[in-house]
T-cell receptor, first 109, second 115 residues
């Protein structure tokens, strides 16, 4: 069975400090991993996907198959990064996404 | 990309009644997904709405409680039937576009409170 684990429900960091939001997954095949973000009063939207190996708004995430992790990182947190972050997995041949429980990031000015 | 309009955005309902949530997409999509997000919990898939056939429900969700309609490729409804306070949740409509990259798009959600 597939599972996405985000161990931290809440995470607070000071502005300018590094931030890491943890995500571990359990899946027997080769999944696609995503990070979705929900800013206050906005809808859930894609932040980045592991396939693209991109940096969005200074965030990066590397898929570590050995550790089955897909942690989200940013070297210098900004106040506008305060939001709810969800790690999500799409299994091979699946049509929908499977979400973790989310981490609420608060960046303290 | 896809733009999803979902309504109502919120409602307060009496127990025992039913609420129908509408989801309109600005492009034709084969599958639409309905999620539930209970307080402090993850998004849980309720069902996949396929045009021209019955919806496919996930374990723990049944058609009698959550009937779904999918009359065309741009529209779907989810009804929460015979509501109880335990149905208080956010309900989300979603579509996934499979082009060069896979991406899911979401409606703004319906915040339901059952009293």
């Amino acid at each position: 069975a597939q599972r996405v684990t985000q161990p931290e429900k809440l995470l607070s960091v000071f502005k300018g400090a590094p931030v890491e939001l943890k995500c571990n997954y359990s899946y027997s095949g080769s999944p696609e991993l995503f990070w979705y973000v929900q800013y206050s009063r906005q809808r859930l939207q894609l932040l980045l996907r592991h396939i693209s190996r991109e940096s969005i708004k200074g965030f990066t995430a590397d898929l570590n198959k050995g550790e089955t992790s897909f942690h989200l990182k940013k070297p210098f947190a900004q106040e506008e990064d305060s939001a709810m972050y969800y790690c999500a997995l799409k299994g091979t041949g699946a049509n929908n996404l499977f979400f973790g429980t989310g981490t609420r990031l608060t960046v303290i000015p | 990309s896809a733009v999803i309009s979902q309504k109502p955005s919120r409602d307060i309902c009496q127990r025992g009644t039913s609420l129908t949530i509408q989801c309109q997409v600005d492009s034709q999509v084969t599958m639409m997904f309905w999620y539930r997000q209970q307080p402090g919990q993850s998004l849980t898939l309720i069902a996949t709405a396929n045009q021209g056939s019955e919806a496919t429900y996930e374990s723990g969700f049944v058609i009698d409680k959550f009937p779904i309609s999918r009359p065309n490729l741009t529209f779907s409804t989810l009804t929460v039937s015979n509501m109880s306070p335990e149905d208080s949740s956010i309900y989300l409509c979603s579509v996934v576009l499979y082009s060069i990259n896979t991406e899911a798009f979401f409606g703004q959600g319906t915040r339901l409170t059952v009293v």
